[in-house]
């Protein structure tokens, strides 16, 4: 054998073993994709409710009677434990028609997007496992928003009120036919959901913070 063939061989072979070692690496890449672990979501366990984090929002299972529900809250209860309840309501705050009002100057302040998000959590709920009719209300007609609403408050209605209200402290006050809910910002969407754990015994009523 000629020096020029054995040197045809030499590089033959040694492009052939690149070329395996090349595909054997490309396999086991491929594999680590396949068998990697899922990243698990976050969860919290709440007086035997499990809710896990999914995209930033908390997701849980509630059942009524024989049917099933998924509810979703931008909030876990452990997060919303400490919010302060005080007041009592009477029967006129079990009425199937709830009018969840607001403030219509708010319009013209960066609150209003965490109003609208704490009533939205309301919504969502009370109308769907809760089975409540939502009417949408202002506490004034001083703009065009509120011109075909109700005018509603605590005061002027037998109604069940929920009245959403910007303040610089989170709180739930509850006054007969009316819960007024306030917080700063993202704080009035924690009481609203707050008072939902409350509503659907997931958070029990005067429960002690842990």
Request: hydrophobic residues 40%; negative net charge; glycine residues 4%.
């Amino acid at each position: 054998m000629s020096e020029t063939e054995g040197e045809e061989k030499k590089n033959s072979k040694s492009l052939i073993l690149l070329a395996a070692i090349i595909a054997a690496t490309a396999i086991i890449f491929a594999l680590l994709l396949v068998i990697k672990p899922e990243m698990k979501s976050p969860t919290v366990t709440y007086n035997n409710f499990k809710f896990a984090n999914i995209d930033g929002i908390w997701v849980t299972e509630w059942q009524l009677d024989s049917r099933l529900y998924t509810l979703q809250f931008r909030h876990n209860p452990a997060e919303v434990e400490d919010i302060p309840v005080t007041g009592t309501t009477d029967i006129r705050f079990q009425l199937e028609d709830v009018y969840i009002t607001i403030d219509p100057t708010e319009e013209r302040t960066e609150d209003m997007a965490y109003l609208n998000l704490a009533a939205i959590e309301l919504l969502t709920k009370l109308q769907n496992p809760l089975g409540r009719n939502i009417i949408a209300a202002c506490t004034a007609n001083e703009t065009e928003a509120c011109a075909d609403r109700p005018i509603i408050t605590c005061d002027n209605t037998n109604s069940t009120v929920i009245y959403l209200k910007p303040a610089e402290k989170n709180s739930i006050t509850l006054k007969g036919n009316c819960a007024i809910f306030e917080g700063k910002r993202e704080g009035i969407v924690m009481a609203a959901d707050k008072a939902l754990f409350q509503w659907l015994h997931i958070i029990k009523y005067n429960e002690t913070p842990k």
